[in-house]
């Protein structure tokens, strides 16, 4: 617990003032007293402001993502127009916060490790001052616009998109296998459920080795043949003794395999364990959000009593608290550091993000507010508009987004579930890079149990058709506003809605 004698003397010192000051430049600030908060909106213009506030009690100081030409000019009443006029922009900041103090490690390692994936060099960490980490990305590594539309203005929807984004791609494809099992210290996955109150299939995932499958559950006690020289594993047809192995040309094994024992795809009896640590973790999205606050570098903590201190980003795993006791820390790193961005470093962050589970917004809606008239067949494909069937051809960039317009086009235009299915996975054969048949699951899953017919986003909607490279002619797109309409205008041409549901 701070002591305030303690908080007086620290805030009292003319280095932490400073660099206190520095990181609230633009920003609107908030002083705390113990449990409450001064007046809002504040800001932090002089040095000695810091130790003044001291001397009335302040404890801890906060700042708001949200950069301001004037933070004093802010109004709770205030438009979202009226707030983007005062915007200069944001800082994405990623708060983890977790009891476990060793995963709040594990997912800050990770993150700032997907950051830096994705080329960004001015991540920035500081510890939070009691069981977490603050991540930071400044604003001048974001490009000025994307999609015509100015970046500043896209506050809070850019940085959630990204907080989701970077968590998927965390656990389904970059979870640091050695790293997590060390984290575990020789706790077993059964053992730490225990500890944490949760199912196994919560914080690990059983995957199969050959063709690295999600378990969900498992199949019937089946046979399956394996090679004694490839290891090939096929399954055994019922009643089917004998099999040769077709690149080796020798006899296979037959054995025989229990339920739950071997993948439900391929056969395998080979399992790998994947841990994720955002089972017990998440990325605190409260603080993505208008005039939402965070402690700032440098200020202390009301219940440790430690300093929030900025940490070099490589030092996440082995960082002691005992380093952020007020006595011990001097001012040497600063968070949020704009002077070490490149100009649009965060341009393909942005683009991944946006391919990530895209949700229907504002524009996607117009024109569609009730449901479209149950068709009596599917439409076939040669009724499609161009954009769709360039889409089907394959892609390089976009497939993410691609794959979101695919399943709600198919969907609208009188598909089944098989039959979307289908013709996915077979879509992705033709994708320069395919991607991942997990992900393709996962996304049908998620289709699967919404039965309201959601059109794709619309025609003028450019990060979903002409950034990818499959805008259709302007002289189309003038004749209707979604790619749902041009196939049922066409499919009411050729009588297909005058016929009978089969």
């Not at 889409?391 to 086009?409: C, E, I, Q, S, Y």
């Not at 013709?423 to 919404?450: D, S, T």
Request: proline share 6%; hydrophobic share 35%; aromatic share 10%.
């Amino acid at each position: 617990m701070l002591k305030p004698e303690t908080a007086l003397n620290y805030y009292s010192r003319p280095e932490i003032q400073e660099a206190i000051v520095l990181a609230g430049k633009g920003r609107e600030i908030a002083v705390k007293f113990t449990d409450n908060f001064g007046s809002r909106p504040d800001i932090l213009p002089y040095p000695n402001d810091v130790g003044e506030f001291a001397k009335k009690g302040a404890t801890s100081f906060h700042c708001s993502e949200e950069l301001w030409n004037n933070p004093m000019h802010i109004k709770t009443e205030m438009s979202r127009q009226e707030i983007a006029m005062l915007a200069k922009g944001f800082d994405l900041v990623l708060d983890i916060d977790c009891p476990y103090w060793e995963y709040s490690k594990l997912a800050a390692h990770l993150l700032v490790k997907a950051l830096k994936a994705h080329g960004i060099r001015a991540v920035t960490v500081k510890f939070s001052g009691n069981k977490g980490f603050h991540i930071g990305v400044p604003f001048a590594s974001f490009p000025e616009k994307i999609s015509n539309a100015e970046t500043k203005t896209m506050f809070p929807e850019l940085p959630r998109r990204i907080a989701g984004y970077l968590i998927d791609y965390i656990n389904s494809e970059h979870t640091d296998y050695e790293l997590s099992t060390s984290i575990l210290r020789g706790k077993t996955v059964e053992r730490l459920a225990e500890l944490l109150g949760k199912p196994v299939g919560e914080i690990a995932e059983k995957l199969c080795r050959k063709c690295g499958d999600v378990q969900e559950g498992g199949r019937e006690n089946s046979s399956v043949f394996i090679c004694p020289s490839c290891q090939a594993v096929e399954n055994a047809g019922p009643g089917e003794q004998y099999r040769q192995c077709a690149k080796c040309n020798v006899f296979m094994e037959r054995q025989d395999v229990k339920a739950g024992n071997a993948c439900t795809k391929c056969g395998s009896t080979q399992f790998v364990t994947r841990f994720n640590p955002f089972a017990i973790l998440s990325v605190d999205t409260l603080l993505l959000s208008h005039r939402h606050m965070y402690r700032m570098p440098y200020s202390l903590h009301e219940k440790s009593g430690l300093v929030s201190l900025p940490i070099p980003v490589g030092k996440i795993l082995t960082f002691d608290k005992k380093d952020a006791t007020p006595e011990k820390v001097k001012p040497e790193l600063a968070f949020l550091d704009s002077t070490k961005s490149v100009p649009n470093e965060a341009s393909r962050l942005v683009v991944q993000a946006y391919d990530f589970k895209p949700s229907i917004g504002k524009d996607e809606k117009s024109g569609f507010q009730k449901d479209f008239e149950e068709l009596p067949e599917a439409i076939p494909e040669e009724m499609f508009p161009p954009c769709i069937i360039k889409m089907l051809g394959g892609l390089g960039d976009g497939r993410k987004r691609a794959l979101f317009v695919l399943t709600n086009f198919l969907s609208t235009a009188g598909w089944s579930h098989e039959m979307i299915e289908k013709r996915l996975y077979e879509w992705n054969k033709h994708n320069k890079q395919p991607l991942k048949e997990v992900y393709i699951k996962g996304h049908l899953r998620y289709h699967k149990p919404n039965r309201k017919k959601i059109p794709p986003p619309n025609c003028d909607n450019r990060m979903y058709y002409y950034d990818i490279g499959v805008k259709c002619e302007e002289s189309i797109c003038q004749t209707c506003k979604n790619p749902a309409v041009y196939a049922r205008r066409k499919f009411r041409q050729s009588g297909g809605m005058t016929r009978k549901k089969k």
